[in-house]
């Protein structure tokens, strides 16, 4: 069964001609995604910065009850 | 750091996730769509056992598979903007997005494990019966899995089935059922998925008149438009009825945005629909100019479509906001009152629980929950805060609707040429076709430009503007990954396109 399952899909990696194309797009697409954005740039800001549920919970109750105004500025 | 609120880096953030939405979305509603097609294509082949049908089936089939291949995982970048740049919205919709997120993510898996795998390498090596089956399955999976994230989605324009938890910042569901089945769910899921039944139709219908404009794989092409022109005006006639339900449901829960897609400013009873206009781009709410430099309404045609009923009073922009007495509405200054009473109780209630004062914490807990449902007012500077850039969802929604009542038409147009077997000599229409193309793609992002903009400053209606659902990071940091996304997206927008056209340019396989 798991035999059939994987001559299954070798033959049809094999005998793909547009795919093989696709298959290289997709995996430098997943690659640049998680190995360079996820992380470098995308970091779970939350997860990052606080260790416990309480912590991030305590942050984000600070946030929405102190944020400054729609439309306020620094400058 | 909470000082340190900066709207500019807010504005990035928002383009940011813009952008990479709106390319996420040049590819799901053409998968949504050319997976029925393709099972209708293979279907018609089983029944007929004739082999051009399964040629045709395999050409649509690979440039499904191409879409597909560069579309997939494009979705998952909003949800790292989510972790990083949204993060108190993230935090505080958790408990709410993560099931039917997690549904998503598991149900595609096994679909594209399984089906998808049968569908492109099954051929000659199941059953006839089994590889039609799953053809099928991947149709029906593909609709389905949109179905979570129009759910998460529509729970954010009409927030139901929840409460918000004080102590841990959450909304937190309360009933699934009401989260799934809401109104603005069931329309938006019938409307959006409906619409990319039309785009697909179109993309089948264009590439179609461009072979046969070509003089090639001219019986393919035929057959493809009869099949394409069929479903794309049952989906294009679905796709009104749809819309004006959407609408409907607009009016009754997010009037704001209705009064923004039509330009209107004060509210009136028989209120005209906006067949054509100019907005005036200088007009602010409460202000004293005119709403259009030109325009021609339909009488009445409004409020029937807001309320089902010729004659009934449809809010405008300047009734939503400053209130409107005899009509019941109270206006945004009397809701930011309350909401800024929710915020301080919120923060009460905070302290009193640091400070473990049980009595005092029950006390705050109790004014915040006379409040609470006017939380996100509290964070509003000016009552016309509330109301959503009037000209963009305006044009935005004139745009779709235009777009969306030439389709029916022109696979109208399609069949009757067909009919009378004029249409490989219908040069002119054939242009049209393969300009359908673009205007569907057009059509598509219209519409979420509607429903995204036209419910700003929200975040999740009423609890939450997005200001404060953003996280505090430097403007550069947003503008950087902005900057990337757009390199990105635009290598594999050519990428597709150039693989794309190549496929198309190499037609069917040779019999």
């Known amino acids: ?75 | 750091m909470i000082e340190q609120v900066d709207l500019s880096q807010v504005n990035w953030a928002r383009a940011q996730f813009a952008l990479t939405a709106m390319y996420h979305w040049i590819f799901v509603p053409l998968t949504l769509g050319l997976s029925f097609l393709v099972a209708f294509f293979e279907s018609i082949y089983v029944k007929t056992g004739n082999e051009e049908w399964k040629r045709i089936t395999k050409f649509w089939m690979t440039l499904f598979g191409i879409n597909f291949a560069i579309g997939v995982a494009t979705g998952i970048i909003l949800e790292f903007q989510f972790g990083t740049n949204w993060s108190n919205y993230s935090w505080m919709v958790g408990d709410i997005f993560g099931a039917p997120l997690a549904i998503e993510g598991i149900f595609a898996f096994f679909l594209e494990a399984t089906f998808f795998a049968l569908m492109f390498f099954g051929w000659d090596r199941v059953s006839v019966k089994m590889h039609l089956f799953s053809t099928w399955m991947v149709a029906v999976g593909s609709s389905l899995s949109a179905v979570w994230i129009l759910v998460a989605n529509s729970w954010m324009q009409f927030p139901v089935g929840m409460a918000f938890n004080p102590e841990t910042a959450r909304f937190e569901m309360q009933n699934f059922w009401e989260v799934l089945f809401s109104p603005v769910a069931v329309s938006k899921f019938s409307h959006t998925t409906s619409s990319g039944f039309v785009l697909a139709s179109l993309f089948v219908l264009g590439i179609s008149c461009w072979y046969l404009l070509k003089g090639r794989h001219q019986l393919m092409a035929k057959r493809s438009i009869a099949v394409a022109s069929v479903f794309g005006l049952l989906a294009a006639t679905y796709v009104i009825f749809t819309g004006d339900e959407a609408a409907y449901t607009v009016a009754q829960k997010q009037p704001m945005k209705l009064a923004a897609m039509e330009g209107l400013y004060v509210g009136e009873r028989n209120a005209g629909l906006v067949a054509a206009g100019i907005i005036n781009s200088a007009k602010n709410p409460g202000d004293e100019q005119p709403a259009f430099l030109f325009d021609v309404k339909l009488p009445g045609l409004l409020s029937l479509l807001a309320n089902r009923q010729f004659g009934s009073f449809v809010p405008g922009v300047d009734d939503l906001v400053y209130g409107n007495e005899e009509e019941g509405i109270v206006s945004v200054a009397s809701r930011m009152e309350r909401g800024r009473q929710a915020i301080a109780y919120l923060a009460a209630f905070k302290e009193a629980t640091d400070n473990e004062n049980e009595v005092a914490s029950q006390v705050a807990l109790q004014q915040f929950n006379i409040y609470k449902d006017d939380m996100g007012y509290g964070h509003l500077v000016s009552p016309s805060d509330a109301a959503p850039p009037v000209a963009t969802t305006y044009y935005a929604f004139h745009i779709m609707v235009i777009l969306g009542t030439l389709f029916p038409l022109v696979f109208l147009l399609a069949l009757y040429f067909l009919h009378k077997k004029t249409l490989e000599k219908q040069r002119l229409f054939l242009f049209v076709g393969i300009l359908c193309v673009p205007l569907g793609y057009i059509a598509q992002q219209a519409g979420w430009v509607v429903s995204e903009v036209g419910r700003q400053p929200w975040a999740i209606q009423g609890l939450l503007p997005v200001h404060v659902a953003n996280t505090n990071l430097t403007t550069g940091t947003v503008q950087t990954t902005f900057f990337i996304f757009l390199g990105l997206f635009t290598m594999l927008l050519i990428a597709e396109i150039k693989i794309m056209c190549k496929q198309i340019q190499l037609g069917p396989e040779e019999k």
């Open chain 1, 1 to 75: 069964m798991i035999s059939n399952i994987y001559t299954f899909y070798r033959d049809g990696f094999r005998s793909m001609r547009v795919g093989k194309k696709l298959w290289a797009i997709i995996f430098i697409k997943l690659f640049i995604m998680f190995a360079v954005l996820k992380a470098f740039f995308f970091p779970n800001y939350l997860n990052t910065n606080f260790a416990t549920d309480d912590e991030r919970a305590g942050h984000v109750l600070v946030h929405i009850t102190q944020s400054k105004k729609m439309g306020e500025h620094n400058d």
